[in-house]
């Protein structure tokens, strides 16, 4: 059984951040799988009590970090749409802005990424309190898709898929309900550019490409601007990154 809100008021404590630090250097060791509280108090000098005392059972610290890995990421895709917006950028290169962003965080921590993108871990099941976190990286990419709409930059698609809607009600009110024609499978569109966004991060972290493309972040901007066709949004590849490190 999951207790995590019970032992939410230790999240604050010194104890409880050295925990999950140490937690994070076995996450890349061991694998989620592999982690338990006693490998974390083994590693990081702890009595076992103290860290039951903060994360009574393992799915508690692993969805402390489940939500530290999301809240990471979205607000590292957040910060990087904040400084495009201000800079008067298009929605299109807000998106490219974002993703960039987005695969610079995965590189960065990808620990953390594969325990929120990898293979599910086993006999573990993400609580609710997860879902806020969870929901920041699509409601970046909701965002600039909804102010595209508004602003008129959506080419209409050459044709609308039929059918009822295929997407729940709350991935719905995410983007802000469903559009007007010809734009009334927009919501379903940006699922795939998520999902598509998503599924080439996990190739080129877990090393997929390396040996097939020849500039590994070249190709994702590219990725990003094929899949951006499928909402109607024009992404311009060449589009100058901000000034930061590229990963590989």
């Known amino acids: 059984m999951n207790t995590f809100g019970a ?22 060791k061991l694998g989620a799988g592999g982690l338990s509280l006693d490998a974390v108090a083994d590693a990081g000098g702890f009595a076992v009590t103290d860290v039951e005392a903060v994360f009574p059972h393992r799915d508690d610290l692993l969805t402390a970090l489940v939500i530290d890995a999301y809240d990471g990421s979205g607000a590292a895709m957040e910060q990087a749409d904040q400084h495009a917006r201000d800079a008067g950028a298009s929605s299109g290169a807000r998106l490219l802005a974002v993703t960039r962003a987005l695969r610079h965080w995965s590189f960065d921590n990808p ?46 698609p050459r044709r609308t898929l039929p059918g009822p809607p295929l997407l729940l009600p709350q991935a719905v009110a995410l983007f802000g309900g ?6 009334v499978d927009l919501v379903e569109r940006g699922m795939v550019l998520w999902s598509n966004i998503i599924g080439l991060l996990i190739f080129q972290v877990f090393s997929r490409t390396h040996d097939s493309v020849r500039d590994e972040s070249a190709f994702f901007d590219y990725a990003v601007a094929v ?7 024009t992404v311009r590849a060449d589009e100058p990154s901000a000034p930061t490190t590229e990963p590989r």
């Open 7 to 28: 032992s939410a008021m230790g999240e604050d404590s010194g104890t409880a951040a050295a925990i999950k630090v140490t937690a994070r250097q076995l996450l890349g």
């Open 111 to 156: 620990a953390e990424f594969t325990l929120i993108y990898g293979s599910p871990v086993p006999e573990y099941h993400a609580p609710p309190t997860t879902v806020p976190a969870a929901s920041r990286t699509p409601a970046v990419l909701a965002g600039i898709v909804r102010s595209a709409l508004e602003s008129g930059e959506l080419t209409p």
């Open 178 to 183: 469903v559009p007007e024609a010809p734009f």
């Open 227 to 233: 899949s951006a066709e499928a909402v109607g949004l």
